[in-house]
């Protein structure tokens, strides 16, 4: 089991360029979260998916930001026209279910820098 | 605004001491799950509780949960320096996913 896989580990933009994340889950989880990480918020929800389906994007900010799950393979974050201030770590973590017993098992995140 | 929010935001402590770190929640909660995340790495779970628990241990580890004042405490006896990490807790809120908020980063110097 390789844990939930996380591809690029390091990405460097420029100003307004777009950048896409990749994400792997552990197969059988029914379950695909995407955090953001900095030093001042802490770890901030972005978005979930339940079985591939959107199910709460509240932490996403509207404009620039989109996620998907196109199989239950993968999932993608993207940002548009990247700014300064998107530079963080992108942590994406998968979970069996959603119960109280269940966990969240993180991959080692994507390192964004935009410059 | 966080559901779960460490009360102390960093520990600085030598090697064999003990530390506690504590949590308060907005939300009411019947489990909480403290993760730990080392330097480089995604959290990890260390511990959950549950209310009906009060007290868990595992290892070095004391989780406690006290639904009344919907606040729980993570201790750890005997640091060692491959405990410095920075801890989250998170309360469980139904199907919402969980929130983590910006942790307690303990450092402990060999």
């Known amino acids: 089991n390789a844990g939930v896989i996380q591809t690029p580990r390091h990405k460097v933009t420029g100003k307004g360029q777009e950048a896409t994340l990749w994400c792997e889950p552990i197969?059988?989880?029914?379950?695909v979260f995407w955090y953001r990480q900095t030093i001042v918020q802490g770890l901030e929800f972005l978005t979930y998916f339940r079985n591939q389906a959107p199910i709460d994007d509240s932490g996403m900010p509207k404009e620039r930001f989109s996620a998907q799950m196109p199989n239950q393979s993968h999932s993608t974050l993207k940002i548009q026209s990247t700014q300064p201030q998107d530079s963080a770590v992108y942590l994406c973590a998968s979970s069996l279910g959603q119960g109280s017993n269940s966990d969240y098992t993180f991959g080692s995140g994507t390192r964004l820098l935009v410059i | 605004s966080q559901w779960g929010e460490e009360n102390l935001q960093a520990l600085s402590i030598q090697e064999g001491e003990d530390v506690t770190m504590n949590c308060s929640y907005k939300t009411y909660t019947t489990v909480v799950q403290w993760y730990r995340q080392k330097s480089g790495k995604g959290p990890a779970l260390i511990i959950l509780?549950?209310?009906?628990?009060r007290e868990k241990r595992s290892g070095r580890l004391r989780a406690t949960l006290d639904t009344s004042s919907q606040s729980s405490s993570l201790s750890i006896t005997g640091t060692l320096a491959t405990d410095t990490a920075v801890y989250f807790c998170?309360?469980?809120?139904?199907?919402?996913?969980?929130?983590f908020g910006t942790g307690t980063t303990v450092s402990v110097s060999p």
């Open positions: 197969s059988g989880h029914s379950a």
């Open positions: 998170a309360p469980y809120q139904g199907g919402r996913a969980l929130i």
């Open positions: 509780i549950r209310s009906n628990e």
